[in-house]
């Protein structure tokens, strides 16, 4: 219990630090244009390759478990449609996300940590902590709703391919069901939870290599570490979200 309230009170504390007034703007965006290509478009085509594939397999499995004739087959459509975007683009994206971007943010971070780049930095008098962090958490909550909108996109592609080829379903009723009682909240709703994820993914991340002791052992368990509680986190806010947004 001490300890997950000393991690916390650094965790604020490291907050507090990172998000604060650049000293020289334009570095700031500088780096802010690094993070956004190395974080976000570097994970443009996973993105994309996981949810053609993930759309496909969820309007399959849909179609293999509604074989009443009671239930209309536009129905395959329309809950391929809401998994997708209620939840697999936002959510199982961001846990993705966390396993790739945030273990990149921890040991990055991690490794300047251990090879003493970050105590030049605070003996020259920079703010390591907003140099460092603000960029990765201003990159990373501006790209995500990009990658969201292409992971809905190519998951509900992945759904149209699946209906023209797979046996027990009608590409004409699944179209359909993709736009039956459609709500456009829920587009919305999932690119507020996923900017909430990127501010948990990147800064989490940047806790845990920040205060990195040790050697590259140390980096590696910081990597773990950081996506482990990401994952926590991501749920947890999951269930907040969902909470707070549709009910």
Known sequence: MNKA??????????????ISIPDRWNMFFKQLVKEIYKLGVDSLWIVIIISVF????????????????LIPKFTIGYMTREIILLEFSSSIMALILAGKVG??????????????????????????ANYLILPKIVGLMLF???L??????????GGVFASYFVEGM???DF???????????????????????????????????YYVKGGALEVGKASTNSVVMSSIMILLADVILTQLLLT
């Open 5 to 18: 309230l000393h991690q916390l009170g650094e965790y604020s504390l490291l907050m507090k630090k990172s």
């Open 54 to 69: 993930i759309g496909t397999v969820i309007a399959i499995q849909v179609s293999l478990n509604i074989q009443s004739p």
């Open 103 to 128: 273990s990149n943010i921890a040991s990055e971070i991690g490794t300047m940590r251990v090879t003493e780049q970050i105590d030049a930095m605070e003996i020259m008098g920079v703010n390591s």
């Open 144 to 146: 995500i709703p990009v």
């Open 148 to 157: 969201v909108i292409f992971s809905m996109f190519t998951g509900i592609i």
């Open 170 to 172: 009608s590409s004409t």
């Open 175 to 209: 179209e359909y069901g993709l736009q039956y009682w459609y709500n456009s909240f829920y587009i919305w709703y999932s690119i507020i939870k996923s900017v909430v994820y990127a501010f948990i993914i990147a800064s989490i991340a940047s806790y845990f290599g």
